[in-house]
């Protein structure tokens, strides 16, 4: 990725050697203004007269939830076709969706499909008690042969034009026609689970999701804020600081407890010709938490060598789950990625409660992320110019750029980068870094204690 700073460039290429690759299949491909017969990548009705190199049979589903449900409630549809399409095409209005209500009318709504994965959805919100009844109808599309575009940021691995030497006709098919209930009385919800009167351990079950507030790991990254924060912690800056020993979205024991019986130092009185001395020997915290397990490079004796090894252990238990050696580089922050949004119309991404969590090493030119389950690296990226940052929030990080004496009064400049931006291969479990903003600014570094102030 290339951004032009006041004539200077910054750049943040990908490191893989897969990434090269594909950078280097890319170049190879035409201009799209070279191409002839681009087709729109819309289908269209089997023209009268038009026999198709190929035909596809093809099945219809449709689904619906929840069922049954209370008037005035929205009820979520999905339908879709198999075989699914090539990403650069999409059916435009072949999707039929029948609603007859309980008197027999009927609401015939008729979409276009997303690209690729041949589905839609809609919600609607039946107003009237009774069985109402639901049925998909899939209208066909014709794909003509010629070139197809694929749209940015789908498959980077793709070239930006695909030819298709042959047209195509998906022909129609039909879901059975299903059974809605409507009630009366509204359909409630998931039941909530009130937080924990009693000891509990990690990993939390999904049922349990309104424990978010009491589930935080260290360390935080903000942004905090919202009703509950300023109701839980009012007048508090939103944002980390490595001056606040502040970890929100955490409960406090009431009582004295152990939390886990791993022992990490030799403590207690000397004696001898020193007595009443004590001493100890630390061995330091976790550098990250998270999820119930804690993440920390130790030293160690391993066949009567000295090592250090960076290790995963369970915070209650202290069972060590893996330790890897020779890891220089030591993650210090967690990385929340929500990924990036599969559905126009959605809000956020199709699968949004899965993400990807990385543990986050900044500094030296790099940017490396690890996996918490296995400590593999998941992405190794360069920053240069810069050399590290200050990871402000989840998924941003300021860093200090130096143009040199000559740029006079805009010697520095204040980069504000989130570190995951567009995907370096698609289906990549991390995301390499981008530049959100440049400005100019009057320090060559910056000063930790008062990050909220920047932001």
Known sequence: MLRKIFGRYIIFPVLFAIAASIISTLMLVKAQGEYTNMQTGASMPLPPGVVPDVEIDTRAFLSFRPNPVGVGQPVLVNVWIQPPIHVSRWFEQAFKITITDPDG????????????????????????????????????????????????????????????????????????????????????????????????????????????????????????????????????????????????????????????????????????????????TVSGAPTIIYNGKCYQALTKVINGMTKTVWQCYDLRTGEIIWEKMDVTRIPTVIEYDPGIGEIPEAAGRAFAELGYVNLLYIGGGLVIKYSPWTGEVTGNYSIAPLTTGLYYRNLYALSVQDLGPQAGAERYRLINWTTAGQPAVMGAKSRAPSIISNTTYARGSIPHSATGMYV
């Open 105 to 280: 009318r009927q609401q015939v709504i008729v979409k276009n499909s997303y690209r690729g994965d041949a589905s839609a959805w809609l919600e609607f919100i039946p107003d009237k008690v009774g069985k109402w009844k639901i049925k998909f109808d899939f209208l066909g599309g014709y794909f003509p042969a010629g070139n197809y575009t694929v749209p940015p940021g789908t498959a980077v691995w793709l070239p930006r034009v695909v030819e298709f030497k042959q047209s195509c006709y998906y022909k129609p098919s039909s879901s059975p026609e299903l059974e809605l209930t409507v009630q009366q009385e509204a359909v409630k919800s998931w039941p909530p689970s009130p937080l924990p009167a009693e000891y509990w351990t990690r990993p939390v079950p999904f049922e349990h999701r309104e424990w978010w507030p009491i589930l935080g790991n260290y360390p935080w990254r903000g942004p905090g804020g919202g009703d509950l924060w300023n109701k839980l912690y009012p007048n508090t800056n939103p944002y980390w600081g490595d001056k606040y020993s502040f970890i929100p979205w955490v409960q406090g024991p009431e009582s004295s407890h152990i939390v886990w019986r791993r022992q990490g130092a030799m403590s207690g009185i000397v004696g001898g010709d020193i007595p009443q001395f004590e001493m100890s």
